[in-house]
């Protein structure tokens, strides 16, 4: 079992910055893929970004040039440094991490953090 935990959620103002973490603990595997994920209200949760890690990312066009995503192996925690905040970007943020073990996907979720970005 993997426990995800974010933090740094909050309000921030329009052109405003915030930084997301997400630690991960428990029976973690090496090779896998952690992400950020947001649901605003009223719509379907999406992909904001990714990262590997081996450091490969996929990052959103919505966020892209606004938001970096990155991740200390070694603490198994990630980061989503946001910049130039927007009021659009006001959602819940959840960090997820999946991997493949014994050719069987494990998906994992943390409880979110809420992004409030006000105009």
């Known amino acids: 079992q993997v426990h995800l935990v974010e933090s740094g959620g909050g309000l921030a103002q329009t052109g405003g910055s915030l930084r997301l973490s997400c630690a991960a603990s428990?029976?973690?595997?090496?090779?896998?893929?952690m992400g950020w994920y947001r649901q605003a209200p009223g719509k379907q949760r999406e992909l904001v970004a990714t990262?590997?890690?081996?450091?490969?990312?996929n990052v959103a066009d919505s966020v892209k040039g606004r938001f970096t995503i990155s991740r200390d192996n070694a603490k198994n925690t990630m980061f989503l440094q946001m910049n130039s905040l927007k009021p659009e970007d006001t959602a819940v943020y959840y960090c997820?991490?999946?991997?493949?073990?014994?050719?069987?996907?494990?998906?994992?979720w943390g409880q979110g953090t809420q992004v409030t970005v006000s105009s």
């Open positions: 990262i590997s890690s081996g450091g490969s990312t």
């Open positions: 428990g029976g973690i595997v090496s090779n896998n893929v």
């Open positions: 997820n991490m999946y991997f493949w073990r014994a050719n069987r996907q494990y998906n994992y």
